[in-house]
C-alpha cells in the first residue's frame, strides 16, 4: 500500500521559490506514475504535472515555464518546485501515485493514491 506524505509548505513572499516533496513512506511505489494537484479555496482541484517511470513528464499550460516535477526514485520521494511564486498559487497541493506504465502516465489519468496536502500561502 503507497502511503503518502508532502512537506515544504509554507508562507512565500512572491516572487520567492519553493520545493515541495513528497515520500513514500513505505517505500512501496518503486518510481511509477506521480503528479502533483493543487486546490485553491473556493476552486476545483486542478492538476500540475506528472512524471512517469521513464521521467518523462507532462504539465498543465498554466504550469509550463514556473513549475518544475522531478523525482529520485532511491529516496522514494517526488519533487515540485515552483519559482516565481504568484498570490494565486496559493492552493493546498496534493501528490498523488499509481502503477501507470509511462504510456497511460498522463495529467488525466485516474490516480488511486493520495497524500494529505500540504498547504502553500503566496503574500504580495
Known amino acids: 500500500q503507497v502511503q503518502l506524505v508532502e512537506s515544504g509548505g509554507g508562507s512565500v513572499q512572491a516572487g520567492g521559490s519553493l520545493t515541495l516533496s513528497c515520500t513514500d513512506l513505505?517505500?512501496?511505489?518503486?518510481?511509477?506514475?506521480m503528479a502533483w494537484f493543487r486546490q485553491a479555496p473556493g476552486k476545483e482541484r486542478e492538476v500540475i504535472a506528472s512524471?512517469?517511470?521513464?521521467?518523462?513528464?507532462h504539465y498543465a499550460f498554466f504550469a509550463e515555464g514556473r513549475f518544475t516535477i522531478s523525482k529520485d526514485n532511491s529516496k522514494n520521494t517526488l519533487y515540485l518546485k515552483i519559482d516565481n511564486l504568484k498570490p494565486e498559487d496559493s492552493a493546498v497541493y496534493y501528490c498523488?501515485?499509481?502503477?501507470?506504465?509511462?504510456?497511460?502516465?498522463?495529467?488525466?489519468?485516474?490516480?488511486?493514491?493520495w497524500g494529505q496536502g500540504t498547504q502553500v500561502t503566496v503574500s504580495s
Open positions: 512524471i512517469a517511470r521513464d521521467n518523462s513528464a
Open positions: 498523488a501515485a499509481d502503477y501507470f506504465p509511462p504510456s497511460l502516465c498522463e495529467l488525466g489519468s485516474p490516480f488511486g493514491y
Open positions: 513505505r517505500n512501496t511505489y518503486s518510481g511509477h506514475c
